[in-house]
């Protein structure tokens, strides 16, 4: 299931994605689009893949039922980082290590972290075939006093997160495509507002920027965060830590979609404090034109007054021609 979790929402994206950076193309030159209009077009976008995904603070499982780390032993609801909480007197005979993970699902529905931590005398089979039988730590649990067996492996989610991850899959797509159609439209926004000699030094500055604040600190803090949320650590051969072997899925959802909204917060102040220099730019562009075309037409008169000029000067000088010819005349 983990394994369709992460493949199956990768493989759906990244076409919805594609066609999305396509679409916004598209719809940037059918619509014609001038630099403010595809600025606000790529900050609606993402405004509405903004507010979609905060569906995804609902769609979420409960987390699984396992002896002394989400369930205690007595059955009280309630999650444990503790490590010592997997120990109760239904395994206290049993000498059992808590830094072993091989877990176990009962026959009561209740994933027990080892068969020695399940209380389990006995075994039959091999491999994943293998059945443990005496739990006693399932007995405990109130539901059985008869031979209650366990075996290897997690128990399985209930049905009501299979029911859910279809839903989670379409929301996932939907938001992808929306926030995609902005991609171009942005990324243009970036090449017209530049100067035609500091493009390529801006480009270059803007992938540095993109890889330095988010490509590469991304992973550290995402992995911070979420590691936090760790109930149970596996432990390493020759020591210290290993890996997460289960998360509190609640607390994870909360993280992580929280970290991820928090950012695309501060990204939207961010874009409206880009709106702002944008106006400005374009306010100045405008003034530069309007004087430009104001100095172009006063030229304009000015060498019309000047040909006028030109024509009067010329105009006079041959009346005078002809009037001293005519003078001359008349003396003879």
């Known amino acids: 299931m983990f394994t369709e979790c992460v493949f199956v929402p990768g493989t759906i994206n990244i076409p919805a994605v594609a066609l999305g950076i396509f679409t916004g193309g598209l719809l940037m030159k059918r619509l014609k689009l001038s630099i403010m209009g595809a600025a606000k077009f790529a900050f609606g976008t ?49 000498v059992c290590s808590d830094r072993d993970w091989d877990p ?15 209380g389990c005398q006995t075994s039959t089979g091999s491999g994943k075939n293998t059945v443990f039988s005496n739990c006693s730590c399932a007995v405990a649990a109130g539901l059985s006093s ?33 926030i995609s159609l902005g991609g171009t439209p942005s990324y243009m926004v970036l090449i017209r507002c530049i100067k035609p000699q500091l493009k390529s030094l801006a480009l270059g500055f803007h992938t540095l920027s993109t890889r330095t604040l988010a490509g590469i600190p991304a992973p550290i803090y995402f992995g911070a965060i979420i590691d936090t949320t760790c109930l149970k650590w596996g432990q390493k051969r020759c020591g210290g830590r290993g890996a997460c072997r289960i ?16 950012l695309r917060t501060v990204s939207f102040l961010l874009c409206i404090l880009g709106f702002m220099l944008l106006k400005r730019h374009l306010r100045r562009e405008e003034r530069s034109a309007h004087q430009v075309a104001n100095g172009g037409a006063e030229l304009e008169v000015l060498r019309k007054e ?7 000067d010329q105009s006079l000088r041959t009346s005078t021609t002809d009037y001293n010819n005519t003078e001359r005349e008349t003396r003879l």
Do not use: Q, W
């Open 46 to 94: 993402s405004l509405i893949g903004y507010f979609l995904s905060l569906f995804f603070f609902v769609m979420s499982c409960e987390n699984a039922k396992v002896a002394g780390i989400t369930l205690p032993y007595n059955r009280v609801a309630g999650v444990s980082y503790e490590e010592r909480s997997v120990f109760s007197a239904c395994n206290s005979d049993c």
């Open 104 to 118: 176990v699902c009962g026959e009561n529905g209740i994933t027990y972290v080892s068969p020695c931590l399940a």
């Open 146 to 178: 008869g031979n209650l067996t366990a075996s290897v492996g997690h128990c399985p989610h209930r049905d009501d997160c299979d029911r859910v991850f279809p839903y989670f899959l379409a929301l996932s797509v939907i938001t992808s495509f929306i």
């Open 247 to 262: 998360y509190n899925t609640t607390a994870y959802r909360i993280a992580y979609l929280g970290l991820t909204m928090g």
């Open 306 to 312: 000047e040909v006028l000029a030109s024509n009067s």
